[in-house]
């Protein structure tokens, strides 16, 4: 598990290190307080999906595939059935009846591309939004504009703000010196290279 110790390194974190050095450690403390927690919920949950698939026939994948689901945060049907060898329907009828045992839960709303995780992740379908599903009686495509519809007028852009600052006028009296430099060095050596060339 990474820990970071996030709160040590806010902006109202003390400077000065011995102080920081508390802070830091206080918060890497925390954290692992936080993921202890968070390990032994998946164990729980983990093991109640084990115990509500147990009696299945011998043959069943039921076991494998709650293992799978207590390895990864999510998982589709595909993913499962190519990790546990069986076909994809084998795998979808399974995650349909482990939804029926409430064992797992579908997160993504959807009727294609579903994706599941175990029923602790309960939470994660809540905080997933459903697709966007196109209003009745609208065909594919965009929407005809209403050639009869009063074109919306557009409001006046508000005006730039007036710099408080007044620019200087730039000098280039220096700039066009340096370059009349350059040009006198370059004109002397072009003439010494075409006297030795010579």
Partial sequence: M???GPRALAA????APAEWICVFLDALADEARDYHQLLFAMERAWL???AKAAGRRSTSRAALAINLLAAAPLLSATTLARAIGMSIKGANELLDSFVAEDIVVEVTHRSARRLFGLNGMAPVRDA???PRRPLPGRRRGRPTPDLEAEPA???PAPPLPVSRFERPPIDYAALED???DCDRVIRSRKRRLDR???
């Fill in 2 to 4: 990474p820990l970071t």
């Fill in 12 to 15: 109202d974190a003390p400077e």
């Fill in 48 to 50: 109640s999906a084990r």
């Fill in 128 to 130: 997933t939004t459903a």
């Fill in 153 to 155: 007028q557009e409001e």
């Fill in 178 to 180: 340096a370059i009349a």
């Fill in 196 to 198: 030795s060339a010579v």
